[in-house]
Structures are given as C-alpha cells and as structure tokens.
DNA sequence: CTGAAAGCGCTTACAG
DNA sequence: CTGAAAGCGCTTACAG
C-alpha cells in the first residue's frame, strides 16, 4: 500500500502537507503543490478510505435503500440504481447497496457502523417508517418519491398529477371527447402508492378543468383479466376515444387484444402510455410520458449528498423536487375518426 | 455515538475484551461475555466500520463493477444486483456498486483506497481487460459470467451450452425432426460474447449427437426484422415444428407475428425459450430455461468472499461454478402435429 | 508558507 | 482468563 507518508517522502514534504494539498484547505506555494501532486501521480496514491472516514467521520459514501420486499423486485430498481450511482460518482460519492431484507435492519445497521454519510429511500410510500427511524439515528436521508408528510424530508418525484393531466389534456386537444384513464395496477390503488394516487386525481382534475369527466380503470397485472377489462369498455355503447394508460408494461397487451377485436390504433383510439417503460418495449411507437430516470436520479442524489454536509447554509432541508411531465411523440395518438 | 469504550465501561471490562468478545478469536468467561453482549445490546453498538478496516484491513465490502458503458444497461442487471446484494448480506458483507462510468478507473480507484476486499465483475467478456487489471492492483475478483481463460479468476455461469442443449434434446424427445435454434441478437454473435456462443455450439452438438442438425438463425432487437426472419423461416419448403430461442424478450414480438400467420403455437409449432424473462412478462406460459438468477448470485458472491480471505487452504482459486439447466414446463410444447 | 503532534476507534501481539 | 499498550493512515488544531 501507498500511504501518505510515501508521497511525503517522494516530495520531500511532511504528510501533513501531502494531506492540505489534496484537500485544498490550506494556501500551498506552487513548487510544493506540483512536486506533491507529481509525487502522488507518479506513485499511484489515493488516501485510504477506511483511515480518512475514521478521522473526518465523513466517508463520501451513500447508502441506497431498496424498496421492502413486500413490494417485490420492480423491474425499473435496475434503471435508478445505476443512475443513481453514476450521480453519486459525479458528487465524488460511492453507492452501497441496502436490501431490506433483514427488515430494515441494514439501514440501521449502516448508520450505526458510519458505513455512510445519507441514505436515498427507493420505493417511498405516502407513510414510510425509515424516514422518522434513520432522523433517530443521525442519518441523512433524500427520498425517490413523494411522500405525504413533504417537509419530512428532501424527495424528488416525477410530478405524476401533472403527467396524467397532460395525457388527458393532450388526447382533449386532439378532439377526443370520450377520454378513459387505466390507473396502476389494483394493488398500488389499494395500498395508496404515491404515484398511483396522484395519477389518478391528475386526470380527474385535468378533466373537470376541461368541463368534463373521466373514468378511471384500475389495471392488472393478469393478461386475462385485463383483456376483460378492455372488453368491458368497447363493448360499451360509447367506447373510449382516447386511453391514457399508467401501465405502460400492460401496452404490448393491450394492444395486441385491440388488434384481435379490429380495434386499431390509433384510427379507432388514440393511447397515451405513463410511467417507466420496459427496455425491450423498444420497438414499440408509443405516445407516451416517461418517466425520467436519469433526472429523478441526479436530483435525489444532490439532495442526499447536501443533507449529508454540516451546514451550507442548509437551504434544501425539506425541499422537494418535483419534474415536470414531457410527453414523447409516437404513433398512437390521432384525432378521433 | 456509541464507542467500545462505552460498551467496556458499561460491562466493567476492558476495550480489548469487547473486541475479543466480538471476534470470537479469544475464550472468554461466560460472565464476561454476557456482560459485554448486554452492554452491546443496550447500548445498541456497532463497530465504526471505518476505524474496523483501518485496523484490520478488511472492509467486508464487495465492489460489484458494473458491465461497461458499451454493452448499454441489461435489464438483468437489476436482478442481479439485488440478488449478490442479498447473498452479499448472508454472508456478512455490504455491496458497494461501481458503475464503468469513468473508463473502469472506478475499480481502481477502490482498489487503491481499500474501500473493498473483492470485487464482483458483471458482464465479463471472453476476454475482459478488467481481471488482469485488478490482479496488479491486489484486488481478488470472481466473475459473472465464463471467460475464456477459465483458470484467469473464479467464475459463475448458467450452463448455456448444457441448456441449448437440453431444449434441443427436448423438443427431439417431443417427437420434433426440424428443430431449430434462433440464437441471441447479432450484435452478441459478431462480438463473440460468452453465453451467445456457448448457447449456439451446445445446440448443434445436441444435434449431432442425435444424429441430425440444427439451422442456427440469430435474433434482432428490431420487432421489423425479427419479423422478416420468421417469415423466410416459415415461408420455406419445409417450415420448422420445433423452435429454441435464446432470446426471451422476443417472445411476445414471436408469438405475436406466428399467430398473425395463422401459425398455432404448440399446434404448428413447439416453442422453448432459453435466458432471462423480462418481469412483465409473467402472464406468458412459454415453456422455458429460465436464467437462474438467485443462484448465478449466490455462487459468484461466495467464490469473491473466499478469494478475499487470506489463507483457508485456498481451494477456490481458478474454480468455476457451472450451474445446470432446469426446464420449466408451460404451454408452448406439444408433439408435431 | 510549512511542520510536529494528537487522536479518530478499533485489533492484536505482548504480558501476566 | 483478562488488561495495557501500540499502531493502522489519515486530518486538523497548535505552533512557528
């Protein structure tokens, strides 16, 4: 191992020196700074982490808390943990992986441990109990979703009202008169998920600001049973002219079952998707909001890297970030026949 | 926060005696012991992870390094990295994700700080610059996936030779004569990658063994194209009544275009999918070789905690775990007609 | 502008 | 069976 005291050696400088001109905090000449940073390059340096924790009690690590199993694995974790470790990479930061397995034990556990500075909670729900837990215990921590108490702590969301108003207000603008909603999936509506329910009052909202109506759908994860749900709805005198769907996974479906019943798209309904598309849907020209991974990413990173620093004025506690819906064009929105 | 001078105060021993209570390396009277463990308890303690390392240089970290950025992120990769986070965490150890963002530098970079005992690489190559690399630099690796040069580094892998081959003999058990095998996407032919070439010369070995052949067609990401293939496929004089895919997110598109043909699935012809399925695609009963995750996990978690261990005889080193297929039944196989 | 020294919280030979 | 002491590699007041 290289040490401090190598580079000090090799600069001819004393460590305490090496370690001022690698933090900066301390006015060096110009010749002593170049021979140390020579010294360093030349030697390959780079500080020892588990020394440098111990002493400045900061170890430039973020620990990233994964949903609890009870939500099972969501297949967009993947996306936001490798953006959130590419942010934390950016803000000089490490990832540390924390699954819930051992019940939310692994967060205290790291806490305790000072195994890192902050935490970013995956897969908040309105109410989280690691949220009260880890401010017991003196760690930092930025939420991925929005909660319902919004001052417990920094979170960053996707404004998923506003993305369902702009569904609902894009497929208004078209012409479309007979707009339906297809929520989340039945479950995420029952537990009250954040998302879910915040989907669903943007689209009444949006649709009582137009003067209208529009009903909402739960979806399922079931093919089947969705197909009946479809069925449902065009088997009705006045079927729907416009679909937003907060599903975008059941697309492939859904589309495919329209197919069977020559529904075609978008010449006898137009289709609005919301929410994280799965990377093999690539082939599919949907018109569509997406959720925005590497966004929400940077953003709940920089929160949890400012919650982890002393003080800076500390102007983001408690401060949301909220990103605003972009909708992609595609090929399953047209006026009404 | 709490210290081992607290816990040693509170049980009325030494520090030292806390540590060895800790580490088991010492006898310790049964009094003693239970006095320092009701301190720890109640105390709630928990050995500064940073102080820990310094003195005993192991972190109980596993690096796990990211494929890189070329390969594009794997909708598998999330899988993954929950499941070697869990199995990580039974074997007393955190996970600390590196992504290949700045060059592979990221690897070294925990080498050089002692931030990581071992790494796990993902996505290994045939021939995968990085295990040399870390080798230099001290670092014991294990790797997901089969290099070429097996004795390079412990490695875990499916089988894929052994499951192109089972879904072969399968669907030749089933009675099927023209059998064949639509590989994985080109782009992972031409680069040779491990699985894909491993996957097509299983099969045709299946093949020779029983006496016949087996036509090998790679697969596309583009629905279009793929689309085009299983016409020429089924436009021929003699169409195939067995079909081995290797390339799971396909299947829908697959299936999709066969019934548009008026092709039957199982009754014009068999299906076996060979890899991993996309979590949304949970509604579909394809009969399968499904990429065992959990396990691949498991087994490459445990070869990088004994290649980081010191001494233990070290039986491990060069070992490859090669884990056999197992075919999960579903609705896609039937006899020729 | 730079250095000598103390100390972060542990582990582990050394000693009894 | 247990304790006192050294030291891992840093950072940062203290001193000049």
């Given amino acids: 191992m290289v040490t401090i005291k190598d580079v000090a050696r090799a600069a001819g400088v ?3 020196t090496v370690s001022y001109v690698l933090s900066g905090s301390r006015k060096i000449s110009a010749e002593t700074g170049d021979a140390v940073r020579a010294a360093i390059a030349e030697l390959g340096y780079h500080p020892n982490a588990g020394a440098r924790s111990l002493r400045s ?4 690590v973020i620990a990233l808390s994964l949903p609890l199993p009870a939500r099972g694995y969501l297949p967009v974790g993947g996306r936001f943990m490798y953006g959130i470790s590419e942010a934390a990479r950016a803000f000089g930061h490490d990832l540390l992986l924390i699954t819930a397995g051992d019940g939310g034990s692994g967060l205290e556990r790291v806490a305790r441990s000072r195994l890192a500075d902050s935490a970013v909670l995956m897969g908040v729900e309105m ?6 837990a880890m401010h017991g215990l003196g ?3 930025a939420l991925l979703g929005r909660p319902a108490d919004e001052a417990a702590a920094p979170w960053a969301d996707l404004d998923w009202a506003a993305a369902a108003a702009l569904a609902v207000r894009t497929l208004h603008g078209a012409g479309h008169r007979r707009i339906h909603y297809l929520a989340t999936v039945e479950a995420d509506i029952r537990t009250r998920r954040s998302y879910s329910v915040r989907g669903i009052d943007g689209a009444r909202r949006a649709a009582a600001g137009l003067g209208t109506g529009v009903p909402v759908h739960p979806s399922s994860t079931d093919p089947a049973e969705l197909a ?3 069925d449902a709805l065009f088997d009705a005198p006045e079927p729907p002219t416009g679909l937003a769907v907060q599903h975008p996974a059941a697309i492939p479906g859904i589309l495919r079952h329209l197919s069977g019943r020559g529904v075609e798209v978008p010449r ?6 919301i929410g994280n598309f799965p990377e093999d849907l690539g082939g599919l020209d949907t018109t569509r909001i ?3 991974v590497t966004e929400m990413s940077a953003a ?6 400012a919650a982890s620093r002393p003080d800076r004025d500390a102007p983001d506690q408690g401060a949301g970030v909220l990103i605003p819906p972009r909708l992609t064009s595609g090929g399953t929105l047209a006026p009404p026949a």
């Fill in 57 to 60: 009690t900061r170890t430039n």
């Fill in 14 to 16: 004393a460590p305490s």
């Fill in 300 to 305: 709940v990173t920089r929160l949890a890297v």
């Fill in 139 to 141: 760690l930092p921590v």
């Fill in 290 to 292: 997406e959720l925005p």
């Fill in 268 to 273: 006898d309904v137009s289709l609005i998707a």
């Fill in 228 to 230: 009946r749900r479809i």
């Fill in 127 to 132: 109410e989280d109990p690691r949220i009260d």
